[in-house]
């Protein structure tokens, strides 16, 4: 009983505020005293200031951290919030609306380990960068079947808020995860899905315990394979770049289908703009997308000769060699992407032949075409790389090398050969 209230009140940290102070009055009447106002600073991007002068267009204000008198523009300050806003949850409530405020209330919750906050109809997110206690079942417990001020701000709050409109309006309702990389929108994307997922799953397939706090759930088919989906689509098109290592490399918009009664009936996920030419080349300290490494780490030995695997550095498509990605295992990885696979219905003969395809775009990047003596026309003088990627894909090495460097196009009716040079094989 005492781990429950433990994890619980681990739980709670992130997600409640403590603001018993900001009701004092002496923090009132010390904030009215001052008179504090918001002006730009290069370091901190705003700090604290009061008013202790006004000369026409200009003011004279005291900086906060360390006392010292500067001469600012009128334009250039901006109002501070009474004490009682301090870590308010929902940013549309503050009596003064500014950048510098938005900002302040936003790095305050953050530093006191609340990384969502409303404006609006929005709900803020700022990465912690760490995994915090606040996507357990029992978290989703708590907020299904709440409205939206009833509880702290959260990405669960959203979703149960878009499902419950669905169900009430009889009208189908958005979820838009946007931000720079890095920001987050992966992560809340899933556990959007996550939450979709525990609410709306099947009665049939449904087993709670008549315990509120021990709630387990084993979800259906359907439900497994929604929340199954991402590994793959992380696998095959997420990678590590200087900002993020679990970058989304495309974008995607995921539908998810209720029937009549909520309950989840299928989905379907949509993707775009892919980033290919992160295959082929990659930039210093980055990473090809995550599949790659996951192969050639986590393959047995028995695949690993079947697909003609080598080691990182024998490959030019992996420019930067193995780039391992801190407290992540690609081995384990590879598992999980297998595991998902086979939940998703994939067969075995299916997954060797798209492991086969990802091997063969490793060997496309070890291919060497050179310019023959006399002529601009390419040739290849070693096939290794041919034959082997052929043999993957089930290709006659013949007919390829002659469709690389001698390929058929049309010409009005006729079909003729054409020399490719170096730079066009």
Same mark, same amino acid.
């Given at each position: ?28 009447? #010390? ?10 600073? !290069?370091?901190? =991007? ?18 906060? !951290?360390? $006392? ?37 209330? %936003? ?22 960068? +760490? ?13 299904? /079947? ?18 419950? *409109? ?53 979800? =259906?088919?359907?439900? +497994?394979?929604? %929340? ?8 095959? /098109? ?23 009664? =909520? ?21 210093? #300290? ?8 996951? %192969?050639?780490? $986590? ?8 697909? @003609? ?11 930067? /060699?193995? %780039?391992?990605?801190? $407290?992540?295992?690609? +081995? ?7 595991? *998902? ?17 990802? *091997? ?33 894909? =089930? @290709? ?15 010409? /009005? ?13």
């Amino acid at each position: 009983m005492a781990v429950r209230n433990s994890s619980k009140d681990d739980a709670e940290r992130y997600l409640f505020a403590d603001r018993g102070y900001v009701a004092s009055p002496a923090t009132q009447a #010390d904030w009215t005293a001052k008179k504090l106002v918001w002006v730009a600073s !290069e370091r901190h =991007g705003f700090e604290a200031a009061s008013m202790k002068e006004e000369r026409g267009d200009e003011v004279v204000v005291e900086l906060a !951290e360390n $006392g010292r008198r500067v001469v600012v523009s009128k334009d250039d300050i901006q109002k501070m919030n009474p004490p009682k806003f301090t870590k308010v949850e929902d940013m549309a409530e503050l009596t003064c609306l500014n950048e510098a405020s938005v900002l302040h209330n %936003l790095k305050d919750r953050y530093y006191s380990g609340l990384i969502y906050t409303y404006s609006g109809l929005f709900c803020v997110v700022i990465n912690p960068y +760490k995994n915090l206690p606040i996507y357990t079942e029992q978290i989703v417990e708590m907020y299904r /079947g709440k409205k939206r001020h009833e509880l702290p701000p959260h990405i669960y709050a959203i979703s149960e808020t878009a499902y419950r *409109s669905m169900l009430q309006d009889r009208e189908d309702q958005s979820i838009l995860c946007t931000g720079e990389s890095g920001a987050g929108k992966t992560e809340n994307t899933k556990k959007v899905i996550q939450y979709l997922a525990h609410v709306a799953s099947s009665h049939k397939a449904r087993k709670e315990h008549t315990v509120p706090t021990t709630v387990s759930v084993s979800y =259906g088919e359907l439900e +497994k394979q929604l %929340l199954q989906a991402n590994p793959i689509l992380e696998a095959f /098109g997420n990678a590590k770049t200087v900002k993020n290592d679990n970058s989304s490399r495309f974008g995607k918009f995921i539908r998810i289908n209720f029937d009549v009664a =909520g309950y989840i009936v299928g989905a379907n996920i949509e993707t775009y703009l892919l980033e290919k030419s992160r295959a082929v080349r990659q930039a210093k #300290d980055e990473r090809t997308f995550h599949v790659f490494y996951q %192969l050639l780490v $986590g393959a047995g030995e028995h695949l690993k000769t079947d697909l @003609l695997l080598e080691s990182f550095n024998n490959y030019r498509f992996l420019s930067n /060699g193995y %780039l391992p990605i801190p $407290g992540q295992q690609d +081995k384990d990885n590879y598992q999980e992407t297998m595991e *998902s696979m086979k939940i998703m219905g994939i067969s075995n003969e299916e997954i060797t032949c798209m492991l086969r395809m990802v *091997s063969a775009v490793l060997q496309y990047g070890n291919i060497v075409f050179k310019k023959e003596r006399n002529t601009d026309q390419a040739s290849m003088p070693d096939n290794t790389a041919a034959q082997k990627l052929c043999h993957l894909m =089930g @290709l006659n090495v013949t007919e390829f090398s002659r469709a690389i460097l001698t390929p058929r196009i049309k010409v /009005g009716r006729d079909y003729v050969q054409k020399a490719q040079t170096k730079e066009q094989a």
